[in-house]
């Protein structure tokens, strides 16, 4: 393969799915990891990537940078159906979860609401996510708060107060990032106090991310991967984030 089409094909690849690692690269392209940072530099140098450690992301990527809820809905659709359906399994007939914020929890709820679980309480801060529930013959909790446009979620003190005085059995939890060491993050610091009151509420966290966040770190983190019982993705992490959540006793489900 001449270089040229081999940079085409990285530059495709970092827009589909967010983020590349140098490992994975030399293994898909058989090339040394020597090669992929070369590769990586000129591609960096043109505008279309922007390096970061152990790997490469979309070139408008920072850790502030977060798409609307009708943006990123539009994102990995299929993944994130096959993760809520995953999900969903784990869903018991009776008791009490908490759905946070996010498309991938929406794809949940929406499912969820087709159920047949009149003795199931949903707690829920997202406004889409309310709606979902509030339509069929399950028990719903609106947390109210702030609501911030950009994703329909509310936030604030008076959120935070609400989710620290419930002890639900379950909370499906979405994230911006999952890393091996700065663990679970989103780019908005209101966000993620509410996230954070979120998962210290749940006897059991599980995490419902798309492979895309995977090895992501934004700006703000708000657990830690010790934090976590579950993580269901639609793809296998790479070695280095696998072991970080075997250590963390972290079961991973691949949908």
Known sequence: MFAE????RIATLVVAEGRVSVA??????NITRETVRRDLALLEDAGVLRRVHGGAVTGGYSSTSELSLNSRAGQH???KARIAKA?????????SIVLDAGTTTGHLAELLAHEA????????????IAQSIASSNLHLELVGGRVRGLTSAAVGSHTIDRFTGYRPDIAFVGANGVHSTFGLSTPDPDEAAVKTAIVRSARRVIAVVDASKLEQETLVGFASLTDI???VTDRTPTSVLAAALADADVEVVVA
């Not at 089409?5 to 085409?8: F, K, P, V």
């Not at 994975?24 to 392209?29: G, P, V």
């Not at 999900?87 to 008791?95: R, V």
Request: net charge negative; glycine share 2%; aromatic share 2%.
């Open 5 to 8: 089409e081999r940079h085409s």
């Open 24 to 29: 994975e690269l030399a293994e898909r392209f």
């Open 77 to 79: 659709q299929n993944e």
């Open 87 to 95: 999900a969903l399994s784990m869903i018991p007939d009776a008791g």
């Open 117 to 128: 679980r009149a003795d199931l309480v949903v707690i829920t801060h997202a406004v889409p």
């Open 229 to 231: 019982d579950t993580l």
